[in-house]
């Protein structure tokens, strides 16, 4: 499946790149909003993928089942924004 990352009111800078109103797309799979720390730098796990050259969009392989998903902007550092910059969860089912 294809995803493609959409963003508004920010512009989108590599890892590494300090800019004021810019960052990078992180996709969250699996991990409830509420059980993550927005305090520190986003992980870099199966659960937790960075787009860190800039990239909008991704290609993934998930398994057969239910996945929630959901997109969150980190600074040149991978930390999130404060207040945090995300997409709602979307949950969607692999045949």
């Not at 927005?38 to 937790?48: G, K, L, N, R």
Request: net charge negative; no cysteine.
């Amino acid at each position: 499946m294809t995803l493609r990352f959409g963003l508004s009111g920010m512009g989108v800078a590599p890892a590494g790149v300090e800019r004021e109103e810019t960052g990078h797309h992180h996709l969250v799979i699996g991990v409830a909003p509420e059980d993550f720390d927005f305090s520190e730098p986003v992980p870099s796990d199966a659960q937790h993928l960075h787009f860190g050259a800039g990239q909008t969009e991704t290609t993934l392989d998930l398994p057969q089942g239910e996945h929630t998903l959901w997109l969150l902007l980190g600074d040149a550092f991978h930390v999130p924004h404060d207040p945090p910059v995300m997409s709602e969860p979307i949950t969607i089912t692999v045949d």
